[in-house]
């Protein structure tokens, strides 16, 4: 059964950082994008980074440019998200998902919600001080 969990999510001050992870199981990261997304209450569901099937290609939105960074590890099957400089409008509930593109190339952040075939169950990142 295809499955994504994220982990890592916290209370963390202004211009800290936080790593999160989303494990996959039943299915292989070669075969699948993975994006990250972002919903705040009151606030629709948004791309934040990605990174083909191919590994090869990364894509962030520009509030992520320049303080986060995805990356894979294929041994263990995860993706992360490593955000520094964090700021109090990062504060949001961040999902991994995942888009089946086989021998994918590209990736965009700015995909819509509805484009991603699978879902994990968000973990929550809080940014105060």
């Known amino acids: 059964q295809l499955q994504l969990v994220e982990s890592g999510g916290g209370l963390v001050q202004p211009g800290g950082s936080l790593r999160l992870s989303c494990a996959v199981s039943?299915?292989?990261?070669?075969?699948?994008?993975i994006g990250w997304f972002r919903q705040a209450p009151g606030k629709e569901r948004e791309g934040v980074s990605c990174?083909?099937?191919?590994?090869?290609?990364?894509s962030n939105a520009d509030s992520a440019k320049g303080r986060f960074t995805i990356s894979r590890d294929d041994a263990k099957n995860t993706v992360y998200l490593q955000m520094n400089n964090l700021k109090p409008e990062d504060t949001a509930v961040y999902y991994c998902?995942?888009?089946?593109?086989?021998?994918?190339?590209?990736?965009?952040?700015?995909?819509?919600?509805?484009?991603?075939?699978?879902w994990g169950q968000g973990t929550q990142v809080t940014v105060s001080s």
């Open positions: 998902a995942a888009d089946y593109r086989p021998r994918g190339y590209v990736c965009y952040a700015s995909a819509r919600t509805y484009e991603y075939d699978y």
């Open positions: 039943g299915f292989s990261l070669d075969d699948y994008n």
């Open positions: 990174i083909s099937s191919s590994g090869t290609s990364t």
